[in-house]
């Protein structure tokens, strides 16, 4: 089995950063890709982010591009998203997700990912 634990949610002001980390714990080889996702309310589940464990390949989606940075410590077995320059639409519940996808592949709908976190809050005021 594997569990997923988000923290580093919070406030931020419009411009402002904050860093979400994912630490995962079980057995990790069940995955091979991590995938931030976000719910605001009254929107549909939006994944920002994801990255191959073992490759470090990364893809982002255009919302977030140039602001977000996802990172991992394999180490630590924790994926990490960096925000930057944040706006009152990335106010949302934020998730990370571990699954599989095939070689050459990194999907940001949530098909692929069988393993989710409990979220975390992220809420940014103008």
């Known amino acids: 089995q594997v569990q997923l634990a988000e923290s580093g949610g919070g406030s931020a002001q419009a411009g402002g950063s904050l860093r979400l980390s994912c630490a995962a714990t079980?057995?990790?080889?069940?995955?091979?890709?991590v995938v931030w996702f976000r719910r605001a309310p009254g929107k549909e589940r939006e994944g920002v982010a994801g990255i191959r464990t073992h490759s470090g390949v990364t893809v982002y989606a255009d919302s977030v591009k140039g602001r977000f940075t996802i990172s991992q410590d394999n180490a630590k077995r924790t994926v990490y998203l960096q925000m930057n320059s944040l706006n009152p639409e990335d106010t949302a519940m934020y998730f990370c997700?571990?699954?599989?996808?095939?070689?050459?592949?990194?999907?940001?709908?949530?098909?692929?990912?069988?393993?989710w976190g409990q979220g975390t809050q992220v809420t940014v005021s103008s």
């Open positions: 079980g057995d990790t080889d069940r995955f091979n890709s």
């Open positions: 997700a571990a699954g599989n996808n095939p070689r050459s592949s990194l999907r940001l709908d949530t098909a692929p990912y069988y393993y």
